[in-house]
């Protein structure tokens, strides 16, 4: 079983980063933490890799309300979208999967806020296909 959600799009990495950072905010999601895997990868190791991010998203009400469910949930926090770059040339957005996250934590009442936070990671991802598409028709 998968444990991301995840779309291919064709586009600047860049401006797949920003769009994937606007579609988080229009969603409630914060951007916590952005790491550079590539420059990262360069700077510590002096090796070269494709363009990696990796985006620490948050909602606060919704960490607030699965925090107080559940303590050690902060553990499994940030949730992580990331965007890389493919050997194809291809763009991936790829969302961790929250209901596959909490249930590791084995506690049903954070079922109901996995299924919340699922469904606005599935419509960035809708959001960041739909922009990107109606931006280079332009």
Known sequence: MGYTIQVSVAGAFDQVVE??????????????????????????????????????ACNPGLALEGLTEEIELGALLPCNVIV??????????????PQQLVGIADNEALD?????VH????RVLDSVVDELESASAV
Request: glycine residues 6%; charged residues 35%; contains cysteine.
């Open 112 to 116: 109901s806020i996995a299924t919340e």
């Open 19 to 56: 769009t994937t950072i606007d579609a988080l905010k229009d969603e409630g999601f914060g951007v916590l933490c952005d790491i550079d895997v590539q420059a990262t990868f360069e700077a510590k190791l002096g090796e070269e890799f494709r363009q990696y991010r990796i985006l620490g």
């Open 84 to 97: 890389y770059e493919t050997d194809d040339s291809e763009v991936v957005v790829s969302a961790v999967d």
């Open 119 to 122: 469904d606005r990671f599935e």
